[in-house]
């Protein structure tokens, strides 16, 4: 009898013990699914699309995602987007967030949805860029106006390199892009258009000058069969912006993050993987180029004078 008594105390022990540690252990997860949760709010987006080369380039971002957030105190997490008009509204989503965009979005994103500019690269030691028209060596064109009939490739409708300066030359030369081509090609990225026109599926782009020379640091081949042809600009760079809900003080922290980087070894290391100088600051009047174009163009029909 005394025998049973033990056995069940010692039942009721184990028992016991296997409900405390239970208890323990949920509660530990619990804890620790708070704090990741917790974390998980504090990164704000990195939304990119289209501004650098997409090939072998997502560890350089979040590389350089991570040493800007650490030195603004501002932890961001990249998002890659497949447009112009996603990154817009991924930005009007998360109003908080940080992008990496182009002039012409900028622009139109200022004036609708409060976007701010928090910095611009410095390419080739300038803030500045051209949009390179580039065919095939074999072809007898010297101007993206020789190509009448012909198919265009562009990256994204709302990109100033690809298709708002050719339209905008068009539009001066008195034509309308939409009718000037035989086809638009709509190719998603400068990357693929240059591809595009070195497979025989467009006879001629307009490209981000900066994306073209890093393009053929890596595939120097296409330097044999493609060449530019004529040189538009130059124009205000791909900027750094924020959402409208980034307060002065953390962007005067990122533009300070930004515009050190050169200064120390890791982001000189960062910098020269992406063939970029450094980052400057600039107001808004900067992109003043680009809101001319777009007046001119129409485009869009609210474009800020």
């Known amino acids: 009898m005394h025998s049973q008594r033990r056995t069940a105390h010692r039942q009721r022990t184990v028992s016991s013990g296997w409900l405390i540690s239970g208890l323990i252990l949920c509660l530990l997860t619990a804890s620790t699914q708070a704090h990741s949760s917790h974390d998980s709010r504090l990164l704000h987006p990195f939304i990119v699309s289209g501004v650098i080369l997409n090939?072998?380039?997502a560890g350089r971002i979040e590389a350089f995602a991570r040493i800007l957030g650490e030195a603004?105190?501002?932890p961001l997490q990249v998002r890659f987007v497949d447009s112009y008009s996603a990154l817009s509204?991924?930005?009007r989503k998360d109003p908080d967030a940080?992008?990496?965009t182009c002039g012409a979005p900028y622009v139109e994103d200022h004036l609708?949805?409060?976007q701010q500019l928090v910095s611009v690269p410095l390419f080739l030691a300038r803030p500045t860029y051209h949009s390179l028209i580039i065919s095939r060596r074999d072809r007898p064109e010297k101007s993206l106006l020789d190509f009448r009939g012909k198919v265009l490739a562009y990256s994204d409708k709302r990109s100033n390199s690809s298709y708002m300066v050719p339209t905008y030359q068009l539009k001066q030369a008195g034509f309308e892009i939409q009718s000037y081509f035989r086809l638009l090609l709509h190719a998603g990225?400068?990357?693929r258009s240059i591809e595009a026109v070195a497979n025989g599926l467009a006879d001629v782009a307009a490209v981000d000058e900066y994306v073209w020379v890093?393009?053929?640091k890596i595939h120097p081949d296409i330097g044999q069969q493609l060449h530019e042809i004529e040189r538009l600009g130059p124009f205000p760079f791909t900027p750094i912006v924020a959402g409208k809900a980034v307060d002065q003080k953390t962007i005067e922290r990122l533009q300070q993050a930004l515009t050190g980087l050169a200064q120390k070894p890791a982001g000189k290391k960062l910098l020269d993987s992406f063939g970029l100088d450094g980052f400057i600051t600039r107001d808004d009047d900067f992109y003043q180029p680009i809101k001319d174009m777009m007046r001119t163009l129409g485009w869009p029909q609210d474009a800020p004078q």
Do not use: Q, T, V
């Open 112 to 114: 609708n949805d409060g």
């Open 89 to 91: 509204a991924a930005l």
């Open 98 to 100: 940080i992008g990496w």
């Open 72 to 74: 603004a105190g501002y």
């Open 189 to 191: 990225s400068h990357e």
């Open 214 to 216: 890093e393009y053929l």
């Open 55 to 57: 090939s072998d380039n």
